[in-house]
């Protein structure tokens, strides 16, 4: 009786001390779930679902604090993409937070009528404005997440936002729909086969 | 002279088709030299790689063969005036590309005199006084590109890196579409050409042996190219006829019918030690050394039902393919489509605007006949015929269902990637599938994502860079108004005794001040004295 109790006692104490250690050996800095939430957030910065950033809102869903509809720019396959990392069913977006572009957009600044405020280059949360003080601003349009938070900081509403240009290299063939398929451009007659080996 | 060379063994690729060649059509008239049109449309982008990057301006005179943009890396190939004229405009016009979308191109309007430029390289009748470095920096310089339909920078390909040693040069005759004909006419024409291209490129590479392989489908060009061979004397180097079957003339089942190599997934034929060249591309390379000719004109099939004289032309770069088609005599009543290139792996173009570029060798004008209607696909019913005629050994099925789910990573562990958009599993498709286009529309979405990924990942960094520097800004902030604070508390704590000293402290500067200026004007009034 003795014996065991002992034993017992001797393998739990063991355990603790081998839980404790590893608990700050392998002791994993940053909140790794919220790091993958990140990961799939289109990073555009916009602020639509109410956080200040994609970060702070990946860190309310790891939190449980956010619901994972509210990514307004990452659209249905964002929450998709959300869902299977989750493990959770996916929801259809709140659009209450903002409806999402056909297409992506870029802010463009009006140069004739900026007036060197600032004020975009304060709200740009990438950078993607350049200029100073009395000098006019341009948008780095490889750089613009199109987050539209210049668009209302312009005093003088000189930024609007307009489609991204298309270019020839980032072209995706279509999806063949039964409507919309390009058949194989034009047909060969096949002979019969002669290898039979 | 048609059969294979006797004790030369020929291996087989996995399935494939034997198509009705319709290669007579094309080669029953004469080539024609076409003269250059009156306005030319030059992309800056024909090739595969970063995008030229223009060297003149609207309005500049310009001479025939002068560079007009430069490579941009290494990866990129310039591009030449085809004729002598002004430069009429830098800007977007239609290109053939599978999406009618416009792309960058130099605009330029030909004078009629054909007059070429000044300062192009000389030629160099004798290669071998070259090294290889020398002959790949004129071969980059000629903006040449593999002709046989890629356009991959010639120059970049024949610089394998150096662990891999190039065994075998395999010269790519095969010409396995159908309807196409311009490296067969070039071969019939131009043997000796091709064979001093082929005797730079050993020069360069040096390999143990030189396979040219040509279908047996094409016994004209074998035997010209035999007769060029016997004539140059090149050693170790053979002509091979192979069997007749699409695709031979894929790179990497070339390369298998001549050596029994298989090329690995996602690898280059110099991982094998094996260095692939088109015909029509070793015919560049040598009018660039022995001529000193960059790359501004090109061997063009224009063929089909739809246009009234099939034949091959010879044309330079930037012609509209219009003009090709005015010359081939027109077209018939019922062309319905224009592709560039083959009927398997062609491309339809939506206008005859466009030009041609370094990597048109075909202008197909089909007619309903060719076509075939264009009907709504049925469901596929599992027959496995795709998997039997895939050349790679894929399986098109498991790939069409991926591509068709989305499921962009599943269809990458079936090695979407590997497949060389044939069009063998579409052709014998029962349910008329477009099993290609669903493989070019997963492959370019893969691509896409890919760029959205890295585009993410900098707005994140850039974002994160922004929040760290505003931080920092606010601390800074934040010390220097405590640093002011404790100094005006000290300043409070010591009394109305060190606010004088302060005083009287700033005074004694002030009168230091004016005493040393007092005395700088005396040394400059005896200065001005003297």
Known sequence: ?197 | MTGPIPGRQLWHFHGGLHLADHKAESTGRPVLDLPPPARLILPLRQHIGQIAEPLVRPGERVGKGQPLAAAEGYISAPVHAPTSGTVVAIENAPVPHPSGLDAPCIILAADGEDRWAEGLPDPVPDYRALDALTLRNRIREAGIVGLGGAAFPTAAKLNPPPRHRIDTLVVNGAECEPWITCDDMLMRHEAAAILSGVAIVQHMVRPRETLIGIEDNKPQAIDAMQHALNAAGLPDTHVVPVPTRYPTGGEKQLIQVLTGKEVPSAGLPAEIGILCQNVGTLHAVHRAIVEGVPLIERLVTVTGDGVAEPRNLRARIGTPFAELVAAAGGYTPDVTRLIMGGPMMGIAVHTDAVPVIKSTNCILAATPALTGEPGPAAACIRCGECARVCPVRLLPQQLYWYARARDFDRVQEYSLFDCIECGCCAYVCPSHIPLVQYYRFAKTEIWNQEREKARADQARRRHELRQARLEREQREKAERLARKKAAVQRRKAGGGESAQDAIAAALARVEAKKKARAAARDKDDGEGRD
């Open chain 1, 1 to 197: 009786m003795l014996a065991a109790i002992l034993s017992i006692s001797a393998l739990s104490a063991l355990f603790g001390l081998l839980l404790g250690f590893a608990a700050i050996r392998f002791r994993v800095e940053g909140d790794p779930i919220a790091d993958q939430i990140d990961a799939v957030l289109p990073q555009t910065q916009c602020g639509q679902c109410g956080y200040p950033g994609c970060r702070p809102y990946a860190e309310a869903i790891a939190a449980g604090e956010a619901d994972i509809n509210r990514c307004v720019p990452g659209g249905e396959q964002v929450i998709q993409s959300l869902a299977d990392l989750l493990g959770v069913d996916p929801k259809p977006l709140d659009t209450s937070l903002g409806e999402p572009e056909p297409e992506p957009q870029v802010a463009v600044i009006h140069e004739q009528w900026c007036i060197g405020c600032t004020l975009c280059i304060q709200a740009c949360p990438v950078d993607a404005i350049v200029g100073a003080a009395k000098q006019v601003h341009t948008v780095i349009e490889a750089e613009c997440t199109g987050c539209k938070l210049c668009v209302p900081a312009c005093p003088v509403d000189c930024i609007e936002m307009v489609p991204l240009r298309k270019d020839i290299e980032e072209w995706t063939w279509p999806y063949p729909t039964p409507t919309a398929y390009l058949p194989p451009p034009a047909r060969a007659d096949l002979l019969p086969d002669e290898e039979t080996a």
